[in-house]
Every structure is written in C-alpha cells, then in structure tokens.
C-alpha cells in the first residue's frame, strides 16, 4: 500500500515570498490533515478536512496559510507572504476516518531566510 | 491545553524492555489513549491504542491502569531504531475530534 505523498521534501524561500506544498493521501481516505512541526516541538495540527470539507482549520493563520482539498483527494497548502519564524516541517496525514489511525507523510521542510 | 504528561527524555539499554509513562489524569470515560513516535527526519508512526483493556500488538503493549489516570507504553525488545520521540495523546474516537500532539519522551536505545 503507498502511504502519504508529499512534495517538495525542502524548500528555502525568502521572507514575503510566497510558497505551496501539495500532499496526495492514502487512496480512501476521507480525513486528511497538515501540520507544523517546528524544530524541537511536537507537531501542531493547522487544518483538518473531512472529504473535501473543512473540519477544524481554528490554528490555521488565515491571514497569511491557506489549504484546500479539492475532490477531496490531494490537498495543498500555501503560505503567502511567508515570515522567518513559518520556518518549519509541514506534515500531512491522512487516515480512513477521523476515528482511527492517522498515517503521515515525511513532510516538506520550510526554512524561510 | 495538554491533556498528558510525559517526561521529556529516558534512555534504555538496547535488548531491554522499554517503559515509558504517561500520566493523564483528567481523561474523560470516552477518551481513548493513542501512543505515536517519531524517528528523526520523518512524520510521525502510530503504535497503538487502547481505552481500558491493556492492548498488544507486534510493535508494543499498552498497560492502562484500572482509574484510567496513566498508562505505559512497553516496547519489550528495544532496538537501536526504536530510539524517537514517543507521543501519548488522549483523544475521543468518533465525531472529529482532533489529534493533539504534546511534546514527549525522547527515547534514546544506548548499545
């Protein structure tokens, strides 16, 4: 069984520049979510989708992350402008529902200069 | 919010069992406790879970105490890879309750 796709697995922008990850879950499942883990910390859930809608999205900076999952399959998220401390792992999940096990991808790592 | 303590770091000798804690004393009767880790450089791994029965499977057991309050992770074999970042989370299963990761134990497997 594939797992969790993410790409790219790093990326270095610079601050008030715009950047986007894109996440492809375990076919089947209908809950996926993205997280930030920064260095050192557990990771930080910022949205989580159930299918193609919205489930919690209340740790997610509107102003500046953005994430959609359309056709409730792949999903991507984007940070514009990005700010040094956005520096970080962004995982994505996904599990066949919200009641059981999540499976992680092995994440984008975002150093912001 | 943290709903579980864990201590930040243990070691233990490779070949032994390794128990790690977890206290969570304010679990509610639907909560169920999910044990995670996370090897360097890579997402997070789920382990297993359980609610009040003690769980095992080819990866660990999970003993539960009977109030609830705590639980142990035992891996009873560690090996060099089992060194990571072990995560306890409490968590209702049903509805979208969301998966909450704390800080955790940072296991280290000494040769």
């Known amino acids: 069984e594939a797992g969790v796709a993410q790409s790219p697995r790093y990326k270095i922008i610079e601050k008030r520049q715009s950047v986007a990850f894109w996440c492809n879950p375990i076919?089947?499942?209908?809950?996926l979510y993205w997280y930030q883990q920064i260095l050192g910390q557990g990771p930080k859930l910022l949205i989580q989708f159930q299918n193609n809608g919205v489930v919690d999205d209340s740790q997610l900076p509107k102003d500046r992350f953005s994430a959609e999952r359309l056709k409730g399959v792949d999903s991507t998220l984007k940070i514009q402008p990005a700010k040094l401390e956005d520096s970080a792992v962004y995982l994505c999940a996904s599990s066949l529902d919200s009641r059981i096990e999540a499976f992680f991808g092995q994440g984008t790592r975002l150093t912001v200069v | 919010d943290a709903k579980t303590t864990q201590p930040p770091s243990m070691d233990c000798a490779e070949g032994r069992a390794a128990n790690l804690p977890c206290n969570h004393s304010?679990?509610?009767?639907?909560?169920?406790v999910y044990w995670y880790r996370q090897i360097h450089s890579q997402g997070p791994q789920y382990i297993i879970h359980?609610?009040?029965n003690n769980e095992t499977n080819e990866m660990a057991s999970l003993i539960i105490t009977e109030d609830r309050k705590s639980s142990t992770l035992i891996l009873p074999h560690a090996t060099l890879r089992d060194t990571a970042v072990y995560y306890c989370i409490v968590r209702v299963v049903g509805g979208n309750e969301k998966l909450t990761f704390g800080t955790g134990t940072r296991l280290t497997i000494i040769p």
């Open positions: 076919s089947g499942h209908a809950t």
């Open positions: 359980g609610l009040k």
């Open positions: 304010t679990i509610s009767g639907n909560e169920y």
